[in-house]
């Protein structure tokens, strides 16, 4: 099961967002060339160490029994600040830095390795890694290097010997012939430090100024305002001579608040903003009509009735349809899944087949920084496997073309297109980084409202739901569960086919199943909108974007919302309690 997540900074990983061009110094050194090179970066004693040892270790563990072929060392290097604040008061302010260092061995070869999946057991890693020393000590880090390595070698030398175990007992499927590993070109890359530039004190006071406006509103029962830097300093070598240091920097402002409707059922908002640049955070007069616009449905909502569960045409907006495509389609073209034999597999066999309407294209580009001008979560220059980003064409024209892959080949797809991801301590796989979905059939926001009109008449209902804002979604892609799906609209209205206005409503979760739905989207809009969120999935909590139009679907279920029987508070908050205050006799 994957989880998007766009709110609630406990469940949040603030993963490496790198902004740029990236080089390949390996592909560009001809010697009539070197003469106009700019200087090159100074290699950083961390890289040094990792370096030095990489060889020490390869040459003699490549002679042992069983050998080791393929060695990588990643250290990750972060810097945080991070400010929380809570219905007009100071929670947390706090700043850390942090080396956290994976090592992998990889004995066998690439063919057959010590990953290789047993049974329903996940592919088997070593270790997800181990605190390394800041001091850049070339010594120190070097040891820390070495035993983590003897480590790793134990583990996989053990885990081989229940792969080949499994290989004489088990039934191979024809994915599983496809190799463990794929052999890819080095890359070399040394880029410069990076620091965050991130003064806690002013915003201990905006969080303080932000969540007492919320306070405000005695609709509102909590808020929850966090202000989150992070500078990320990333090394990786490997034994085929990858040999990467680059950073990356990202700061975050998160708006989140909580209220109650008289029936129990939790109502949540939530807005956030990120930047690149530290000049680059919103102003007072964004985050205050932000803040506003909060408080003004929150409260609407509480009041909103209920919708009962429904089937019929549904208008998603733009950041709904991207969460939509990110996890009805986006989660099944993840390469690793199709050579699974408890995936539900649901695209495996359908490369060249028609999944989608003919208008839809969709590729995934993590290259891209910003689209119409704002930010994409996505964006990264190399995968966590040292293997550069790349744009991935997955749809045509409707017609399925490709997967995302990581270093974990398919017997028809042998190498990476740079999308093996992971948040630190888990092992890579192929994630989505910004999926961006495009169409040839576009209508106005005024077209594609008539024609849910028309739909909801054709159909004999009173009404349609367009639904204008989402937190997020999940679905199931494994063999021994249901394919479905689930988005969690926050702002649902009834559009009705006689002209009435809209009434806003609550209490549905959108459902349904991937091949069913994605055939069913009849039109889309003409301007691509952008969610950016965190997906939480088998190798963790990674950044991702998904930039879709609105879409017009002929047919989707809508089930009712899981709520609490809690009732709302019997008093209401003491600033807006007049006996509280003294005023009642």
Not at 20 to 34: E, F, I, M, N, R
Not at 95 to 103: G, S
Not at 429 to 440: E, H, K, M, P, T
């Amino acid at each position: 099961m994957m989880k998007l997540k766009q709110r609630s900074s406990s469940f949040i990983v603030v993963a490496a967002i790198l902004a740029g061009a990236y080089v390949s110094l390996a592909a560009t050194h001809p010697a009539d060339k070197l003469a106009s090179t700019p200087a090159p970066a100074p290699v950083p004693a961390v890289l040094t160490a990792m370096q030095d040892e990489l060889g020490r270790s390869m040459e003699a563990m490549s002679k042992a029994d069983p050998a080791v072929y393929f060695i990588s060392y990643t250290v990750a290097d972060r810097q945080e600040a991070y400010v929380s604040g809570s219905n007009g008061a100071l929670m947390t302010s706090t700043d850390n830095r942090a080396r956290w260092l994976e090592v992998q061995t990889r004995v066998g070869g690439y063919q057959l390795d010590n990953t290789h999946r047993v049974g329903d057991r996940p592919p088997s890693w070593t270790s997800p890694g181990t605190s390394a020393a800041i001091d850049d000590d070339i010594s120190i880090l070097r040891r820390e290097i070495w035993r983590e390595t003897d480590r790793q070698d134990r583990a996989a030398s053990e885990a081989l010997i229940k792969v080949k175990t499994s290989q004489q007992v088990q039934v191979q499927t024809a994915e599983g012939a496809a190799p463990d590993f794929s052999s890819e070109a080095p890359h070399t890359f040394i880029g410069p430090r990076v620091e965050i530039n991130a003064d806690r004190k002013p915003w201990e006071e905006r969080v303080r100024r932000y969540t007492a406006a919320f306070s405000k509103s005695p609709a509102v029962l909590n808020s929850i305002v966090t202000y989150t830097a992070l500078g990320m300093n990333q090394y990786q070598v490997n034994s085929e001579g990858t040999k990467l240091a680059f950073g990356q920097v990202h700061y975050r402002l998160e708006l989140y608040v909580q209220s109650k409707a008289p029936d129990g059922m939790d109502i949540n908002r939530y807005a956030n903003f990120d930047w690149l640049d530290p000049k680059g955070a919103p102003d007072e007069k964004t985050v205050s009509a932000t803040i506003d616009q909060l408080i003004k449905e929150t409260v609407a909502l509480d009041r909103a009735p209920l919708v009962d569960p429904f089937a019929g045409p549904a208008l998603l907006t733009g950041r709904a349809a991207a969460v939509f495509f990110h996890e009805v389609f986006g989660h099944r073209s993840e390469g690793f899944r199709q050579k699974d034999i408890n995936e539900g597999q649901t695209f495996t066999s359908k490369i060249g087949q028609q999944i989608l309407p003919e208008f839809i294209s969709i590729k995934d580009d993590p290259t891209e920084a910003s689209f119409n001008g704002q930010m994409l979560l996505g964006n990264y220059a190399f995968d966590d496997e040292g293997v550069p980003a790349t744009n991935v064409p997955l749809v045509d024209n409707g017609v399925l073309k490709t997967f995302l892959m990581s270093r974990s080949p398919l017997v028809t797809i042998p190498s990476s297109n740079g999308h093996g991801r992971r948040q630190l301590g888990y092992v890579p796989v192929a994630r989505q980084g910004n999926l961006i979905v495009s169409s040839s059939k576009t209508m106005t926001d005024a077209q594609l409202r008539a024609k849910l009109i028309e739909l909801v008449k054709e159909q004999g209902k009173q009404f349609g739901l367009l639904i204008d804002d989402i937190a997020g979604g999940f679905t199931f892609t494994g063999r021994g569960q249901p394919q479905a799906f689930q988005v969690t609209p926050l702002v649902v209205y009834k559009v009705f086919a006689d002209g009435r206005p809209d009434e806003l409503v609550r209490g549905v979760d959108i459902v349904g199943t991937p091949l069913v739905s994605l055939t069913n989207i009849v039109a889309t809009g003409n301007k691509q909108e952008i969610f950016n969120g965190y997906c939480g999935a088998e190798s963790g909590s990674v950044p991702v974007a998904a930039v879709a139009p609105a879409i017009l679907i002929s047919e989707m279920e809508f089930a009712k919302k899981e709520t609490s029987t809690d009732k709302p508070p019997i008093l209401p908050p003491p600033a807006h309690d007049p006996e509280a205050k003294g005023e009642r006799q």
